[in-house]
């Protein structure tokens, strides 16, 4: 079984600062890492993943997250945060079987203008 | 394109009704999933379809009901729900089960 710790619930940072959004997980199995993001009244919208290779994933609006077994982390970041960023962001795990995602329970990334 | 659409947008039955969801995706994923959103809280499994067999039920109550038609659609048979059911409840397809997930923009369900 795996889980996912999104320790902070809410993060409120000042527009074009930049931002860490922590999660670490713990199985004993190999795992798939996930970012995700919901806007308010919307599904979910993945933002990153990492299922093998290099160990710092990009997406296109300039988020990245690195993948560190060691610390069992999978930590987001963005050098410049913008207004349109405010989200809810969901950290998210599975392992490689035809089992479901397992989320933390997410951190709403609060944008100060 | 990765788009995963659901139908109806909004959903208000009774404790009595028989309802239905629908998911539909043309990518040709083979893993369909659905999740139970309530709010404020992050999405919980409820069930996995690989290659249009049902492979895991989280011990979900019986008044949820999922089919899986055909590769493309995801159907969620609803009867004799309470109360607490109410919330957003999302559809997901993958590749395969060992791939990323897909959400569609979900349905909101309320239970009167």
């Known amino acids: 079984a795996q889980s996912v710790t999104q320790l902070d619930s809410q993060v409120p940072v000042f527009e074009e600062a930049p931002v860490e959004l922590r999660c670490n997980y713990s199985s004993s199995v190999s795992v798939y890492l996930f970012w995700y993001v919901q806007y308010p009244n919307q599904g979910l919208q993945l933002l990153l993943k990492y299922l093998s290779g290099s160990t710092l994933v990009e997406s296109i609006n300039g988020f990245e997250a690195e993948f560190n077994k060691s610390q069992t982390s999978f930590h987001l970041r963005k050098p410049s945060v913008h207004i349109s960023d405010t989200a809810e962001y969901f950290c998210?795990?599975?392992?490689?079987?035809?089992?479901?995602?397992?989320f933390g329970k997410g951190t709403h990334l609060i944008i100060q203008p | 394109d990765t788009e995963v659409t659901q139908t109806p947008k909004h959903l208000v039955m009774g404790m009595t009704n028989k309802k239905s969801l629908k998911c539909e995706q043309h990518?040709?994923?083979?893993?369909m999933y659905w999740y139970k959103q309530k709010a404020k809280k992050p999405p919980e499994l409820m069930f996995v379809?690989?290659?249009?067999?049902?492979?895991i039920n989280e011990s979900v109550p019986s008044r949820f009901s999922p089919e899986c038609p055909n590769s493309s659609l995801l159907n969620l048979h609803l009867h004799a729900l309470q109360p607490e059911d109410s919330a957003l409840y999302l559809c997901a397809s993958g590749w395969t089960p060992s791939y990323e997930q897909y959400f569609g923009p979900g349905t909101r369900l309320t239970v009167t």
């Open positions: 379809y690989s290659y249009e067999k049902l492979s």
């Open positions: 998210a795990v599975k392992g490689g079987g035809a089992d479901g995602l397992t």
């Open positions: 990518m040709g994923h083979r893993a």
